[in-house]
């Protein structure tokens, strides 16, 4: 499963990034699954015009923190060189590579409560005590239950 820092953190906001005169998004996504032991982080890239996402990417890029590098950048502008600068700008001041890291970690951590609340909401009841046998039978048969299931 795989989740975006926004959707786990929507007080914290993704940021607008300003590159060559335009507004863009980045929007970060994570691996939540516990038993995975993959270490990308995707991260895509949307320009905002008129107030609105656009429909399609900018660029979406494939990165692995702890390799500090990007594995791939998919350019759907086919503008490589916006793509490098918004990424350049969305790095400036900071480790980008260590912040995705330490995000990555948190959101790991958050899949593990997320699954544990899923888990507690949704095991099976305990079993309800076994009727007394003068009672109505369970099944819905009308006998007494030890005439019926309660042999």
């Known amino acids: 499963m795989r989740v975006t820092w926004v959707e786990a953190h929507p007080s914290l906001g993704s940021g607008v990034i300003e590159a060559a005169d335009r507004k863009f998004i980045l929007l970060d996504t994570y ?31 494939t990165v692995i923190p702890s390799d500090r590098k990007s594995l ?10 916006l793509a490098e ?19 990555q970690q948190w959101m790991r951590t958050l899949g593990a409560e997320l699954r544990r609340r899923w888990r507690d909401r949704h095991e099976p009841d305990v079993q309800e005590k076994k009727p ?10 009308g006998k007494k239950f030890k005439r019926c299931c309660g042999r």
Do not use: H, M
Not at 132 to 141: L, R, V
């Open 31 to 61: 691996c939540v699954t516990e038993e995975c032991r993959c270490q990308e982080v995707n991260v895509t890239c949307v320009e905002i015009i008129n107030g609105k996402e656009a429909e399609l990417p900018t660029f979406s890029a």
């Open 72 to 81: 791939e950048l998919d350019c759907a502008s086919r503008d490589r060189a």
């Open 85 to 103: 600068r918004i990424w350049e700008v969305w790095a400036e001041g900071d480790d980008v590579y260590a912040r995705l890291a330490r995000r």
């Open 132 to 141: 007394a046998p003068n009672q109505s039978c369970p099944c819905g048969s």
